[in-house]
């Protein structure tokens, strides 16, 4: 008894011992294993393959009536819950079956089913040899292992626990199969002579482990022992879910932005008005669609766009700073991103404006070289915010010290590229770069020669100035108009 | 899933003080109603209650409520429990029907000490016979 | 695809209000917060820059009803506001004049709306539209 293999040795299809290698759709959410390590997991026999299961169960049911019972074969859009076991009769088993099925098959698979057990999980019959939990020994389908898996990391829960094993809480959940002493389907070639893949069962010892579970008659299982999580026939949710890492680490990367995140406020009179959120990701521009915190990588379309919109020194600068100066102390870094993500927001409105005054702003498009001149004197800043080429784009940055108060908040005084005076103690004296309408051969003036003393109490202000061609971003010193989110 | 399945069986084994139907146009959404514990400040109360199996049931808890106003440290205002296994401790082997025995096992035996009510856990305590007093009031005044 | 029922779907979407939306420009929350069936909400929209509305906060009123992620919610405004889609009379957001509304699907939520009615706010034919005075309600 049990040895079936001879009915079908010589089909090759994509079963091992009348299992699928993929789901049978009990259930309808993602796929989010790697269906790569669990095909070879069964293929190995790790693994229980993915059997049809039966939705209900009798001992003295005859084959006939087991074949009507097995579940129906997987289907797309299925609302999972309502699907009806839609073979009726064993012919109509037959029909759905992927197989070229014979008389024989049928039997075979009947077969298999004698003295099913219920998953406890999902509640459906199957062959009695389906893996059983390495801690407590008791069945679980693969259907349901493969759902069960670390809980994902949230950025309030850092944290990725192994999965607990469901019946009794042991931590690395993992199961052990023992597959049947015969084979079929992939790998039964091998298996003709008794010389599978990873080493049979009948020579793994492991401690009262009965090899044929198959038959009718078969002898029952004596209990067990717990097996290890590290043991080798052992398949432990992470196994098939290699990814559980690199997704840990990828959250905590999104909460570290996320605590580096600051609102950025900008002055309007004596009110200090919320206008975006810096990402807290450093070293990469963030995505110019609005200063709304998550990053995204750089794009050449997107920088291009930037420019046309004249705010290419800003996104420039951002880049080249987190590039060019890994070691700049985190909260310059900080406000350098808040100042670029003021200026982002008013990218928009230039955009429209400037689709309103056609023209007027059409001449901004060479800012690619903006950031080509080397800094000059001994500025801590990169090349590209003391941006002195030929035609930086409209964005002006200026910056001074707690001493000097911000200015040019009036609309009034933008008609003239200015620079601030260098005389500020400590402050950042940078430039403005030309108008576009001046085409970009303003030398520009004052190379920075201290470090930027910005630091946590600093500010970001911005002016309330509508100008399309001249938003101002005033950094003073200790206004403390930047607060912590 | 076996949802059929797990329904059939809870509507024809149901447990002592405990009933739930599913809707008729939404099988994952049930009508519960779980009866006070004796013994309780809820004795004699009968609470309505609605649970909803979510896609990734059985791998992720069913979400319930209580839809009857009820006092209790572990139960907001908008019905919402306060259980572990409704929460990190959920096990796909758990079903409904512990689920449901579990709340009614919370009803007996409230945990003030991780409240979701906060006021009403101050409440119990700061002194517990008041606010056992206060249960039993809004069970007959709302779970009659 | 399973169908999250109403209560379910609205104390989702009531958790994530608690937790604040995005950057704030939006939020919501329960009007009364013993209010069992969730049916009365209200709502705040800060007013998009580079608009009339810069710098004004809205108060809005929402209602879900029984039938509600099916049916659209009703949403009126509370705070005065000139938009082509509020009755200058009441404030109430004529359905089939904001989009969201007048093609509810039921993925729509109420952060989905309230971020559609600022983001109208900030279209190039409402920003510059003449507004009541700051502060003034219905």
Redesign the interface.
């Given at each position: 008894m049990g040895n079936t293999s001879s009915s079908s040795r010589d089909r090759h299809d994509d079963s091992v011992d009348l299992g699928a290698l993929t789901p049978q759709g009990i259930y309808t959410g993602p796929q989010d294993w790697n269906q790569s390590v669990v095909a070879q997991l069964i293929i190995d026999r790790k693994l229980a393959p993915f059997y049809r299961p039966l939705e209900d169960y009798e001992e003295d049911w005859d084959d006939d009536r087991i074949l009507a019972a097995r579940k129906g074969e997987p289907q797309p859009a299925s609302d999972g819950n309502t699907t009806p076991p839609h073979h009726s009769s064993p012919r109509s088993a037959s029909k759905s079956s992927a197989r070229p099925a014979t008389t024989r098959d049928r039997i075979n698979e009947a077969q298999l089913y004698y003295k099913a057990v219920e998953c406890p999980i999902c509640f459906l019959y199957y062959p009695r040899n389906i893996n059983r939990s390495r801690c407590c020994d008791q069945e679980i389908c693969t259907e349901c292992f493969v759902q069960i898996k670390r809980a994902d990391p949230t950025p309030t829960n850092l944290v990725s626990e192994p999965a607990s094993c469901p019946y009794c809480v042991e931590p690395n959940f993992g199961i052990f199969y023992t597959p049947p002493s015969w084979r079929v389907g992939i790998g039964s070639d091998q298996a003709a002579s008794h010389h599978g893949p990873r080493p049979d069962l009948n020579r793994l010892g492991s401690s009262g482990t009965s090899t044929d579970v198959q038959g009718p008659s078969g002898s029952q299982k004596a209990r067990r022992k717990s097996m290890s999580h590290t043991n080798f026939a052992v398949v432990t949710v992470d196994q098939i879910r290699p990814d559980w890492e690199d997704k840990l680490n990828a959250m905590k990367a999104v909460a570290a932005r996320r605590a580096n995140r600051r609102i950025i406020m900008r002055q309007v009179g004596d009110r200090l008005i919320p206008v975006g959120i810096t990402s807290g990701r450093i070293a990469q521009p963030v995505d110019g669609g609005g200063g709304s915190g998550e990053g995204t990588p750089p794009e050449g379309g997107r920088r291009s766009r930037r420019h046309r919109d004249n705010n290419g020194a800003a996104s420039e600068f951002t880049n080249m700073y987190g590039i060019g100066m890994p070691g700049q102390d985190l909260e310059e870094l900080m406000l350098m991103e808040a100042m670029r993500l003021s200026l982002l927001e008013h990218e928009a409105q230039q955009r429209r404006q400037q689709q309103e005054q056609q023209g007027s702003a059409s001449n901004s498009n060479n800012a690619e070289s903006n950031n080509s001149r080397p800094p000059s004197g001994s500025s801590s800043l990169p090349s590209s915010f003391i941006s002195s080429s030929s035609s930086p784009p409209a964005p002006t940055l200026v910056a001074t010290s707690a001493n000097g108060p911000p200015t040019g908040t009036s609309p009034g005084n933008t008609a003239q590229p200015r620079s601030l005076t260098p005389t500020l103690p400590g402050g950042l004296r940078d430039t403005l770069p030309p108008l576009p309408h001046e085409n970009g051969n303003t030398s520009l003036s004052t190379p920075t020669t201290s470090s930027i003393p910005l630091h946590s109490a600093s500010s970001t202000t911005e002016s309330l100035d509508h100008s399309p061609s001249l938003p101002r971003i005033v950094l003073p010193e200790g206004n403390g108009a930047e607060t912590s989110t | 899933?076996?949802?059929?399945?797990?329904t059939q069986?809870l509507v024809a084994d149901p447990a002592p003080g405990i009933s739930a139907a599913p809707?008729d146009d939404?099988?994952?959404?049930f009508d519960v109603s779980i009866t006070g514990p004796d013994g309780s400040p809820f004795q004699g109360g009968v609470f309505r209650l609605?649970l909803?199996?979510?896609?990734?049931y059985?791998?992720s808890p069913p979400?319930v409520?209580f839809?009857t106003?009820i006092y209790h440290p572990n139960i907001d205002?908008?019905?919402?429990i306060c259980l572990d296994i409704l929460k990190?401790k959920w096990?796909?082997?758990l079903q409904i029907r512990t689920v449901l025995l579990s709340i009614q096992a919370l009803l007996s035996a409230p945990n003030p000490d991780d409240p979701l009510a906060t006021d009403v856990a101050k409440h119990y305590k700061e002194n517990e016979a008041a606010a056992k007093a206060v249960s039993r009031e809004w069970t007959e005044k709302y779970a009659q | 695809m399973a169908k999250v029922p109403r209560n379910f779907r609205l104390l989702e979407e009531l958790e994530k209000g608690e937790k604040g939306i995005g950057d704030g420009s939006i939020s919501y929350g329960l009007e009364d917060g013993d209010d069992i069936m969730m049916l009365k909400w209200n709502g705040t929209i800060i007013g998009p820059g580079h608009s009339v509305h810069e710098n004004r906060i809205y108060n809005l009123k929402i209602e879900c009803g029984h039938d509600y992620p099916d049916a659209p919610p009703e949403v009126s405004f509370l705070s005065r506001v000139n938009l082509p889609f509020v009755n200058a009379a009441n404030g109430k957001v004529e359905r089939h004049k904001l989009p969201v509304l007048a093609n509810w699907e039921r993925k729509s939520t109420l952060e989905t709306v309230l971020v559609d009615i600022r983001k109208e706010m900030a279209a190039p034919s409402n920003r510059k539209l003449p507004q009541p005075p700051e502060g003034s309600t219905y």
């Open positions: - | 899933m076996a949802l059929p399945k797990e069986r809707h939404n099988l994952r959404y609605e909803y199996l979510p896609e990734e059985p791998m979400k409520r839809l106003k205002k908008l019905g919402r990190d096990s796909p082997a | -």
